[in-house]
């Protein structure tokens, strides 16, 4: 059984202050808690309803499972249509950004994301492919909040997210540094080389004055002009695919 | 002044046994409500705050525009944050589909899209690329849903959307039918040619039996083998500029 004051502990992880404060978060559905139950992240507990009890055999039997009643996991839940599980998840103390780890490949650099579904999209698709970090300026959405961690379907717990000063990082790298900007090179023709990163602005306002002046190439997805512009994810997306092209040449 | 019938009306516009009986929807913010202006849609009325009086002289005079208070108009508006306009739109009668329209260009099949995030995004992108005609199952999520509206960011006044039984359409059609598949020939080395239809599945269930039956060229975007699926978005995204790179070259 679960205490009150538990429940309401972890109803609080829906907040990022509360997410801070107890340094959990909540990992929901089988497929996203198996696959952080598989990887380096350490798992508080996991809650379960009677619905998913066989399924949870197959997972491994040193975690601290607990079988709840449906109405009290929507009660935990921060989703509209609540899974069958639930983890409560230690938010990780990444390791200080190491510059040297990002030479040899390529990163995404993320100035100012907000939509939480675009932030989850990009972590999914970095996983996809294989870009393993996503470097965030301190004003982008948490990671750790539930609906990004829905989005990335599971792909959080492959990813390292670094939030960091961006202007720090970007005029110190030796890397190219890619941006995704209006009037810059036709990006079916840029030579992406083996590694470097991709810079991507805010949903709205695109790419701060700062972080534009320390983008080194400024590349153009080519469209037939109607829309005034892509959706953040799908403008990541589509780099990542020209570089993923790229490799496979 | 806008009477209390008049708000519970468009307020019922958020539910779509609403949109059908009354052939109505809304679209919101400045930037939307202009491109639908502009476009062949039937403008029903314009409601906008005091806020914004002064940007409506730059729009058509002809138009019925009524300034409203913000409390009436958060009242109408079906979002969290509404914007300071809102436009009510009559639903088009889609001419029948006809299957030359779809002769030397590409298009879009979706096959049970369901979030209307992800299928706002698809018609964006498509706008972006150039892509004119939209063909969904009728089990998709409807093109007039509030959270589409948005998230197309006024390209929907730009595409046709046009729902079918997908299973006539492409079993007479004589285009190459692209499929995005697990198994199938890498999308790097497709050659697209100057025409096809390209299907992409539901969210969780992909393609459904009868649609992967009539794909005539299975694709596959190559991954790093991470992440189990890309979002359907995204995947879309990836082959629309695949085409687009084919065509530019």
Chains 1, 2 share one sequence.
Not at 184 to 210: A, C, P, Q, R
């Amino acid at each position: 059984m679960l205490s009150k004051s538990n429940i309401s502990l972890l109803q609080s992880l829906q907040h990022k202050k509360f997410r801070r404060e107890h340094g959990l978060f909540l990992v929901e559905g089988y497929k996203s808690v198996t696959e952080f139950i598989n990887s380096a992240y350490q798992i508080e507990a996991v809650y379960h309803t009677a619905a998913i009890a066989p399924k949870m055999l197959k997972l491994s039997q040193k975690m601290n499972f607990q079988e709840i009643s449906s109405a009290i996991l929507e009660k935990i839940s921060a989703l509209k249509t609540p899974a069958d599980i639930i983890a409560v998840v230690k938010i990780p103390q990444w390791p200080v950004l190491n510059y040297t780890t990002l030479n040899k490949k390529f990163s995404i650099v993320l100035d100012g994301i907000q939509d939480p579904g675009n932030m989850g999209t990009i972590i999914r698709t970095a996983d996809w492919f294989g870009i393993e970090n996503i470097i965030c300026s301190e004003d982008c959405v948490e990671v750790y909040n539930p609906k990004v961690v829905q989005a990335t379907m599971g792909s959080l717990s492959r990813i390292n997210v670094h939030y960091v000063d961006l202007e720090n990082v970007l005029s110190e790298t030796k890397l190219p540094v890619y941006g995704a900007l209006l009037d810059g090179e036709n990006i079916y023709s840029t030579d992406f080389g083996s590694e470097g990163l991709v810079v991507m602005g805010n949903e709205g306002k695109g790419l701060t004055e700062k972080v534009k002046q320390l983008v080194t190439k400024a590349i153009t997805i080519p469209g037939a002009g109607n829309a005034e512009s892509l959706n953040v994810a799908i403008a990541t997306a589509i780099f990542c695919s020209e570089i993923n092209r790229n490799k496979l040449k």
